[in-house]
């Protein structure tokens, strides 16, 4: 009877098996699932957004695998004393991380900044970063510019990133107050004003539960470092026991 129940429960199985692999073939020819990086032809079963050997070939700064790296010193050069910060990507131009990030950002894929969150978050776990953050908190968006574009990539990639170091997001605390412009044009002085009078700390807000907290802010682009060093120098103004150290999925 044992013997008759596992042969139908291994026939049963591998028509499921059988017909995910038709359907996934029909899915295949209906809606041919392409790289985000490279625009080849991905296979469903086994790669998923990025193929595998644009995910083998991301240019990267590993900057989290060095206790120094050009982040931190920048911010500390800056009087913002900040505990530890780095970035994954190398963001340059012609390169395949600036055409995975304008597809995150501008073609509507908010699900390539959580697997690269996450990508990164094994990554930040193996060599033992950010372990001590008690609060993750993306860098905010204007409402109108987040209802338009429909998500904030930052708090896309700090969902992938919180996932694995197990570490909550706390959003609420900094306020995207003025709807900017791209920075892309601006220089290093400009981009720090625009920076300034864009952020604030969010008001009528209890701060008994996040004072003497560790927090981690999250970018998907560190260019100069403006929007990091205002959001940074903002928890330290208004919650003056805090640590602050920042991520950026990508250093330009
Ligand atoms: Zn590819």
Same mark, same amino acid.
């Given at each position: 009877?044992?013997?008759?129940?596992?042969?139908?429960?291994?026939?049963?199985?591998?028509?499921?098996?059988?017909?995910?692999?038709?359907?996934?073939?029909?899915?295949?020819?209906?809606?041919? /699932?392409?790289?985000l990086?490279?625009?080849? !032809?991905? &296979?469903?079963?086994?790669?998923? *957004?990025i193929?595998?050997?644009c995910?083998a070939? *991301?240019?990267?700064?590993d900057?989290?695998?060095?206790?120094?790296?050009?982040?931190?010193?920048?911010?500390?050069?800056q009087?913002?004393?900040?505990? #530890?910060?780095?970035?994954?990507? +190398?963001?340059?131009?012609?390169?395949?991380?600036?055409?995975?990030? !304008?597809?995150?950002?501008? #073609?509507? !894929?908010?699900?390539?900044?959580?697997? *690269?969150g996450?990508?990164?978050? #094994?990554?930040?776990?193996? #060599?033992? +970063?950010f372990?001590?953050?008690d609060?993750i908190? @993306?860098?905010?968006? !204007?409402?109108?510019?987040?209802?338009?574009?429909g998500?904030? %990539?930052?708090?896309?990639?700090?969902?992938?990133?919180? $996932?694995?170091?197990?570490?909550?997001? +706390?959003?609420g605390?900094?306020?995207?107050?003025?709807?900017t412009?791209? %920075?892309?044009?601006?220089? &290093? &002085?400009?981009?720090?004003?625009?920076? +300034?009078?864009?952020?604030?700390?969010?008001?009528?807000? $209890?701060?008994?539960?996040?004072?003497?907290?560790?927090?981690?802010?999250?970018?998907?682009v560190?260019?100069?470092?403006?929007?990091?060093?205002?959001c940074?120098?903002?928890? /330290?103004?208004?919650? @003056?026991?805090? /640590?602050?150290?920042i991520?950026?999925?990508? &250093?330009?």
């Amino acid at each position: 009877m044992f013997v008759i129940f596992t042969v139908i429960c291994k026939m049963v199985f591998s028509i499921i098996r059988i017909l995910k692999n038709i359907k996934d073939d029909l899915l295949d020819i209906i809606s041919p /699932k392409v790289c985000l990086s490279c625009g080849k !032809h991905i &296979k469903s079963e086994t790669e998923d *957004l990025i193929c595998s050997e644009c995910l083998a070939d *991301l240019s990267r700064v590993d900057f989290y695998k060095n206790d120094e790296n050009v982040i931190t010193e920048l911010l500390d050069n800056q009087d913002c004393r900040i505990e #530890y910060g780095c970035a994954f990507l +190398r963001f340059q131009k012609g390169e395949n991380t600036q055409q995975i990030l !304008h597809n995150i950002k501008y #073609y509507n !894929h908010p699900e390539l900044g959580l697997k *690269l969150g996450r990508i990164a978050g #094994y990554q930040l776990k193996r #060599y033992n +970063r950010f372990s001590d953050v008690d609060f993750i908190i @993306p860098v905010p968006m !204007h409402p109108k510019k987040q209802k338009k574009r429909g998500f904030n %990539q930052a708090e896309r990639i700090a969902v992938g990133l919180s $996932e694995i170091l197990k570490i909550p997001i +706390r959003e609420g605390i900094l306020e995207k107050v003025i709807n900017t412009k791209s %920075q892309t044009k601006m220089d &290093k &002085k400009q981009r720090l004003n625009n920076s +300034r009078q864009a952020f604030g700390f969010a008001k009528n807000i $209890e701060t008994q539960d996040i004072e003497n907290k560790h927090f981690l802010i999250v970018d998907d682009v560190f260019t100069t470092g403006s929007t990091m060093r205002v959001c940074a120098s903002l928890l /330290k103004k208004h919650l @003056p026991n805090c /640590k602050v150290s920042i991520f950026a999925l990508a &250093k330009a």
